[in-house]
């Protein structure tokens, strides 16, 4: 069965860094599109940044010069690196992953940002 693995959260100070790693199995990698959602206590799960099947990128206008989302189809693996982190970015992070119909989500990771 498909699997997609988080790994990489944590907590971080202010103006820090993280990166975020999940590990997808059961599936065909390189034909996903690939994204990293994060829910923060009382607030809705909001898109953070998309990698579509061709490398294509997008980010919420909340993170774009911050973070960088890749993806390494050998190793069957999204990334998304965090840069100068803000306490706002604290949330619990998910990686999704979608073709046609078929959508799946990991089990998500913290990411804490305080001082």
């Known amino acids: 069965q498909v699997q997609l693995v988080e790994s990489g959260g944590g907590l971080v100070q202010p103006g820090g860094s993280l990166r975020l790693s999940c590990a997808a199995s059961g599936m065909i990698f390189s034909m996903y599109d690939m994204g990293w959602y994060r829910q923060a206590p009382g607030n809705q799960r909001e898109l953070v940044a998309v990698i579509t099947s061709s490398g294509s990128t997008r980010y919420a206008d909340s993170v774009k010069g911050r973070f960088t989302i890749s993806r390494d189809n050998a190793k069957s693996t999204v990334y998304l690196q965090m840069n100068s982190l803000k306490p706002e970015d604290t949330a619990v992070y998910y990686c999704?992953?979608?073709?046609?119909?078929?959508?799946?989500w990991g089990q998500g990771t913290q990411v804490t940002v305080s001082s």
């Open positions: 999704n992953g979608w073709r046609g119909s078929l959508n799946y």
